[in-house]
């Protein structure tokens, strides 16, 4: 791919549900579409989807593929790679990939979605996505009345352990550290029969790749078939960045749980030209939801384009009269000169 040679209508960044979505709608609209993925899904992790009608239980990769194909049937170039910056132009935008090479875009739609940053407890990280969770409605029917666990890392831990509730009553609230409860919390929980367990999480145990108990920093453990975690949310945001985008910060109780993109509600940023999609703009998106958004995002971005080929139509229709009206009005003031001329003459 040559620097700039390569001109598109859409460079979408990012190929998960809400790109792949996008470009979907973009290419079925006849656009010349580019969706750049860097090949790391936030959910690769997740064996199945869930909550996505029609697609309940399909594993990731198998609905991205599928999102692929259909896009690239419509005429959508995919291609994998990672965009480190683009470049505001008076045409539209200069898309920079890692290797070097750049392709022009009338419009971006960026759908590089968020990382999830985990607490540093031994063991989490490797069995997130797994026994290690943190939405009920992605999850909660896969751990049904299993012995699960709330690790209390978040102003949220009290609502994740009465909503957890709902799919088990063996839940028990791991405060690690968290500042205490107030009496009315306490008895909700109590009502609820859930557990509260005082001390420092220290590390996982895993038995045959599978979680077996939580052990705190005293040496006890604590049997537990699956523990939930809430993450920092925080956007993939450096390309945004590069065209003067600041994440905002989202706060729950005081604390920072994550950082956005802020756009309206079709996805159009503060940058004329520049639409989000997905967790990059919500963080609490389940999958449906970000297909969704991408969809808006593009039915926008096709009629911002549609406004300017509109435009430049108009412009175009009216040169020919504007350069016949110019050179009757040229011929006119050098007429008017020349009997000028000749009336001095006389």
């Known amino acids: 791919m040559s620097e700039m040679n390569q001109r598109y209508d859409v460079v979408v960044i990012g190929g998960g549900a809400a790109g792949l979505s996008g470009a979907l709608a973009l290419a079925r609209a006849r656009r010349s579409v580019l969706v750049i993925d860097a090949g790391s899904p936030r959910n690769a992790p997740a064996s199945h989807v869930h909550n996505y009608l029609g697609r309940e239980g ?8 599928i999102g692929r194909a259909e896009a690239a049937d419509y005429g959508a170039e995919i291609i994998r790679g990672s965009v480190v910056s683009a470049e505001k132009l008076a045409d539209g935008f200069r898309v920079v990939q890692e290797d070097g090479s750049a392709v022009h875009a009338r419009r971006l739609l960026v759908t590089t979605g968020i990382v999830d940053e985990l607490p540093d407890v031994k063991g989490l990280a490797e069995r997130w996505g ?4 943190h939405c009920p409605y992605c999850h909660g ?13 978040s102003p949220m831990a009290l609502h994740q352990a009465l909503l957890w509730r709902q ?8 405060r690690h550290g968290r500042p205490d409860f107030s009496d009315e919390e306490y008895e909700q929980l109590a009502a609820r029969g ?4 005082e001390g420092e999480v220290a590390a996982l145990e895993v038995a045959g790749d599978r979680l077996t108990g939580v052990r705190l920093a005293g040496g006890t453990v604590i049997p537990r078939d699956a523990l939930v975690v809430q993450p920092r949310f925080t956007a993939r945001s450096a390309v945004l960045e590069s065209l003067g985008l600041r994440p905002t910060e989202l706060e729950v109780g005081g604390q920072v749980v994550g950082t956005y993109i802020a756009a309206d509600p079709a996805g159009a940023t503060d940058v004329p030209g520049v639409w989000v999609a997905g967790n990059v703009a919500n963080l609490m998106e389940q999958v449906v939801g970000a297909a969704a958004a991408g969809l808006k995002a593009a039915s926008m971005i096709n009629m911002d384009l549609v406004t300017d080929d509109t435009g430049r139509a108009v412009d175009a229709r009216r040169a020919p009269f504007s350069a016949e009206a110019e050179r009757q009005v040229t011929e006119r003031v050098l007429g008017d000169r020349r009997h000028g001329l000749q009336e001095t003459s006389r």
């Open 58 to 65: 399909a594993p990731p990769s198998e609905l991205l593929a």
């Open 130 to 133: 797994n026994e290690v969770l």
């Open 141 to 153: 029917w896969e751990v049904r009345d299993q012995a699960i666990g709330i690790l209390a890392v």
């Open 167 to 174: 799919w088990s009553d063996d839940v028990v609230l791991f």
């Open 194 to 197: 859930i557990s509260v367990v």
